[in-house]
T-cell receptor, first 114, second 112 residues
Framework: DAGVIQSPRHEVTEMGQEVTLRCKPISGHDYLFWYRQTMMRGLELLIYFNNNVPIDDSGMPEDRFSAKMPNASFSTLKIQPSEPRDSAVYFC????????????FGPGTRLTVT | SQELEQSPQSLIVQEGKNLTINCTSSKTLYGLYWYKQKYGEGLIFLMMLQKGGEEKSHEKITAKLDEKKQQSSLHITASQPSHAGIYLCGADRTGTASKLTFGTGTRLQVTL
């Protein structure tokens, strides 16, 4: 298996622009997680899905952030409009979610908002 | 998360030396996960501990969870340059293992 795939790997955009991050989880995994990592706040869970349904979005910073999972093999995290404080590395992870298990992380998308 | 503290924040050790990283929770844990991250890459799962007093080993890395399930340690024996990276502990506080809270991380450098 190719593992969790994220695109793009790097994104540089100007403040106010819309940004869309993409994730393809490992086939057969029914949990998908979006995280954000910064030097100041470390690794934070933004939202997670189970069987394509959002279960907990309490970590989403504000209404500018939205996430969707239209099917079992694809998810997006959108920021509109983007702000410089959104600059971070965004990780997607997936897992089987059955009992004790580990989450498999993608390589991340490094977002820079100027 | 302030509920999950890691120490030290950074560590520089000479190759061949042993080292220990600690992860302390302010609340009882259902499970404790250890991950390693290399710069510019995602997290790699190392080990998961669930039972108080549990200890697991993989190659030269050993992790323990104390009896009260509020503190875990990660011990590396005879460190190698390949051990360099950021080590993060993740806490399962819900019992479902579907939502992890991560510590601030420990940056490890191994010098020759």
């Amino acid at each position: 298996d190719a593992g969790v795939i994220q695109s793009p790997r790097h994104e540089v955009t100007e403040m106010g622009q819309e940004v869309t991050l993409r994730c393809k989880p490992i086939s057969g995994h029914d949990y998908l997680f979006w995280y954000r990592q910064t030097m100041m706040r470390g690794l934070e869970l933004l939202i997670y899905f189970n069987n394509n349904v959002p279960i907990d979005d309490s970590g989403m910073p504000e209404d500018r952030f939205s996430a969707k999972m239209p099917n079992a093999s694809f998810s997006t995290l959108k920021i509109q409009p983007s702000e410089p404080r959104d600059s971070a590395v965004y990780f997607c992870a997936s897992s089987t979610g059955t009992g004790a298990y580990e989450q498999y992380f993608g390589p991340g998308t490094r977002l820079t908002v100027t | 998360s302030q509920e999950l503290e890691q120490s030290p924040q950074s560590l520089i050790v000479q190759e061949g030396k042993n080292l220990t990283i600690n992860c302390t929770s302010s609340k009882t844990l259902y499970g404790l996960y250890w991950y390693k991250q290399k710069y510019g890459e995602g997290l790699i799962f190392l080990m998961m501990l669930q039972k108080g007093g549990e200890e697991k080993s993989h190659e030269k890395i050993t992790a323990k969870l104390d009896e009260k399930k509020q503190q875990s340690s990660l011990h590396i024996t005879a460190s190698q340059p390949s051990h360099a990276g950021i080590y993060l502990c993740g806490a399962d506080r819900t019992g479902t293992a579907s939502k992890l809270t991560f510590g601030t991380g420990t940056r490890l450098q191994v010098t020759l």
